[in-house]
């Protein structure tokens, strides 16, 4: 491999010259700085980045800790964060915790033996804290993304889950529909905390009673909805749930793929609605009606407060609220 040696041998000047303009430091003359890196170029030279790290006292390297990126929403949280984060000079290292805590501690470990320069995160869920902590232990900056934890402080980019959730009822309370059943993440996790609350507020204020038996708490990621659709439909017709409202995108399609194992439709049998989208670029024709999250922008936003606070300091922690659209399409419609 060409050194820094080598470029200092055919540029004809010392190693502090080359290293100067490797890391961007010190007082050298334009004609000198475009001498190296032409010399650079022609030799194809890649520098030590764990030895600038050493230099610099920085990786350029920032953490994206998520669930699932598999989950459309966390595929383009993760793209705006990546943008946002090569625009200001910094790679992005990508790890998903499946909303578990022990895996969660391994990449968090994992970035403390890296030193990387921050960690931008959508927490597993509540028990986080210790994970969080200890960042703050090691001086590594964080930014939650999605999801908060409570008894952390710090910088945060949320999305609205209360009044999304109030939309998504009421648009199905405007249809007719007064049986609702709610399939929700766990309530260890901020949002499904929030959309719970936006759930029930809406049933009260329309005067529709709450029944504890159409409410189920499962989870985010992938999952098999038979027995919570078995127990829907075991039900008397006239109880029957005649609409679902689901936390998120992978619970929607876990419900809409047992109702249709079990020769039942969707919106003839039951009216669904949901938190996030699909990827657009896979869909000929868009059929959930959601409460879309700007997703880019939870990445964007997360990425830019983060590498502000490393390059810091920042007296006060920061909060953005990001709402969401309610889009209606064919996936609900009036009871009949």
Known sequence: MVSIYDIAKRAQCSTMTVSRVINNTGRISEKTRQRVKAI???MNYVPNQAARSLVLQQTKIISLLITD??????????????DAAKRLGYQVMFSNSDENLDKEKEYIDTVLS???????????GDHS???LEKLRQYNIPFVLVDREVPGVESDRVLGDSKEGSKALVEHLIALGHRRIAFINGSLDISTARMRRAGYLETLKLNDI???PDYMFDTTYSRFDADPIIEKMIAMPKSKRPTAIFAA?????LAAIRSLR???????EDFSIVCFDDLDPDYIVDPFLTIAAQPAYDFGRIGMQMLIDRIHGPIDEYRSVILPS??????SSTPLT
């Open 40 to 42: 650079m170029a022609e």
């Open 69 to 82: 990126i598999t989950n459309p929403f966390y595929t383009t949280l993760a793209r705006g964060a990546e």
């Open 114 to 124: 890296m030193r990387v320069d921050g960690v931008l995160i959508a927490p597993a």
């Open 129 to 131: 804290v210790e994970h």
């Open 209 to 211: 009673e709450v029944q």
């Open 248 to 252: 998120n995108n992978f619970i929607t």
């Open 261 to 267: 194992a079990k020769g039942l439709r969707v919106p």
């Open 325 to 330: 659209k309610l889009l209606v399409r064919q």
